[in-house]
């Protein structure tokens, strides 16, 4: 489903279909230089390193390889945390289902751990329901991560509100299935948001603003085929209210 996958994250294959990163034709090489994709986006890269595993999660057709998708959760943990008091509240709990995930995988049952199709079919034979459940729970984490991505990539260049955008995506994905405790702390947490700017360079240092908005759109866009398939999966197996 990905072809191009390798070249892309190796930095072999220019964006076309995100304006910051098209070239125009008929420029040397110096000034195609500048058009590269942002390091940020390479191998070695914050955004690249979460975008690969998840990319590769979606190999297997219609279904999601769970070491995959608990590496990839690995790497967008290590890009949240230091952005903000409300990404630290979320990537603690995160980590905690990520390991729980990790623990199932490493048991004597880990051959029906590989992935998502097998899990809920082992799991339901068995009647034991919790690695469905903790998956459930990292499924509505990654719609607002993705949504909250989404929305500060695309904001109006110099947004000093992309807490505010992040805060709506918090509101849509997770506020529904928190308790009004764990609501309002998260609404205090918003106000100590980065603003728009700030955000894009602590996210794709040291390159302009709408490359680094691009750059965090391609990987909001790979969180959001990651998490339509997961939930058509887990829809198909009326498992969407588990938690």
């Known amino acids: 489903m990905y072809p191009d996958e390798d070249k892309i994250l190796q930095g072999k294959t220019k964006f076309t ?13 110096l000034e195609a230089l500048e058009h590269e994709e942002p390091p940020c986006l390479g191998p ?6 979460a975008m690969r ?12 390889e769970l070491s995959q998708y608990v590496a990839g959760w690995r790497e967008l943990i290590r ?16 980590s905690t289902k990520v390991e729980a995930l990790e623990s199932r995988m490493r048991s ?18 068995t009647g034991l329901l919790s690695g469905s459940r903790t998956l459930l729970l990292l499924h509505r984490a ?11 990539a695309t904001g109006t260049r110099g947004d000093p509100v992309a807490g505010v955008q992040c805060s709506d995506a918090y509101r849509t994905a997770l506020a529904p299935h928190h308790p009004w405790l764990v609501q309002q702390a998260a609404r205090l947490a918003f106000l100590a948001f980065p ?13 302009r603003e ?30 969407l209210n588990l938690a």
């Open 195 to 207: 603003g728009r700017t700030r955000f894009l360079e602590m996210a794709c240092p040291g390159t």
């Open 17 to 29: 279909s995100v304006p910051g990163f098209q070239i125009p034709q008929g420029l040397g090489p």
């Open 53 to 64: 595993p998840f990319l590769a999660s979606l190999k297997p057709p219609g279904d999601v």
């Open 44 to 49: 070695q890269g914050m955004l690249g390193r």
């Open 79 to 94: 890009f949240l945390t230091p952005l903000g008091s409300i990404f630290t509240f979320a990537t603690r709990e995160a």
């Open 142 to 152: 990654l719609r607002w991560s993705q949504l909250c991505l989404s929305r500060v």
């Open 210 to 239: 709408t490359d680094a908005g691009a750059a965090l759109a391609r990987v909001a866009g790979t969180l959001e085929d990651v998490y339509n398939r997961t939930q058509s999966l887990l829809a198909e197996r009326d498992l």
């Open 108 to 125: 004597p049952d880990a051959a029906h751990y590989t992935s998502l199709a097998a899990m809920t079919a082992w799991e339901r034979q």
